[in-house]
């Protein structure tokens, strides 16, 4: 049973840029969410997606948009890349909330 | 504003020593405290909190949650290298998202 799957692992883009991340949920799940982890830091939320609806925001400026589509996969999108947005970007499945989620292996963004 | 504070921020020990990590939190509505174990990308979970007083125990690691005093503990007993990693603490946030605090960076030297 495939785990929470990311593309790509690992990403190098110039400042201005724009950047799309992908993620598939475990099978059954129905919400993903998106955390950004720079280092040294926690993982910091981004969006929370459920049934194809935004649920949830966080303190991110709106470069930064996502989605869901109908099977449950999600896309990141990331505008007019800054040298600050390097990091690693997370994405959570689970059935209903991020209590029970399972993350993925993350994509590693480097802004140069 | 919700906030998870953890401490030590890093920790070196040495391999069958104990060692107990620190989370503090302030948050709307208390719903779940969560430790996760990350060591190279993906954290994975290793308990949840929602009682006070109740430890939770899976091997050499136990944690416990003062919902009074607003903080959990994760112990870890006789520790191995393969310990090493950084141990995250999060509450369930109102949104249903989780808030991290900075994590704990663990290493067990030989």
């Known amino acids: 049973d495939a785990g929470v799957t990311q593309s790509p692992t690992h990403l190098i883009k110039t400042r201005g840029q724009h950047v799309t991340l992908r993620c598939s949920p475990i099978?059954?799940?129905?919400?993903v969410s998106w955390y950004q982890q720079v280092l040294g830091q926690g993982p910091q939320f981004i969006f929370q997606?459920?049934?194809?609806?935004?649920?949830g925001r966080g303190n991110f400026p709106d470069r930064f948009s996502a989605r869901q589509f109908p099977n449950y996969s999600s896309e990141l999108n990331v505008n007019a890349l800054l040298l600050g947005d390097s990091a690693l970007y997370l994405c959570?499945?689970?059935?209903?909330?991020?209590?029970?989620?399972?993350f993925g292996q993350g994509t590693r963004l480097t802004v140069v | 504003e919700d906030k998870v504070v953890q401490s030590p921020l890093s920790l070196v020990v040495h391999e069958g020593d104990t060692v107990t990590l620190n989370c503090s939190y302030e948050?709307?509505?208390?719903?779940?405290l969560l430790w996760y174990k990350q060591e190279k990308k993906a954290p994975t979970f290793l308990f949840m909190l929602?009682?006070?007083?109740i430890e939770k125990k899976s091997g050499r690691l136990s944690s416990i949650l003062d919902k009074k005093e607003l903080f959990s503990i994760l112990n870890i007993t006789a520790t191995q290298t393969g310990d090493s990693a950084i141990y995250l603490c999060?509450?369930?946030?109102?949104?249903?998202?989780?808030?991290f605090g900075k994590g704990t960076k663990l290493s067990v030297k030989p």
């Open positions: 999060a509450v369930e946030g109102s949104q249903g998202n989780l808030i």
């Open positions: 929602t009682s006070s007083g």
């Open positions: 099978s059954g799940h129905k919400s």
């Open positions: 997606y459920y049934e194809k609806e935004e649920r």
């Open positions: 959570a499945s689970s059935f209903h909330g991020d209590r029970e989620a399972f």
């Open positions: 948050v709307t509505n208390f719903r779940s």
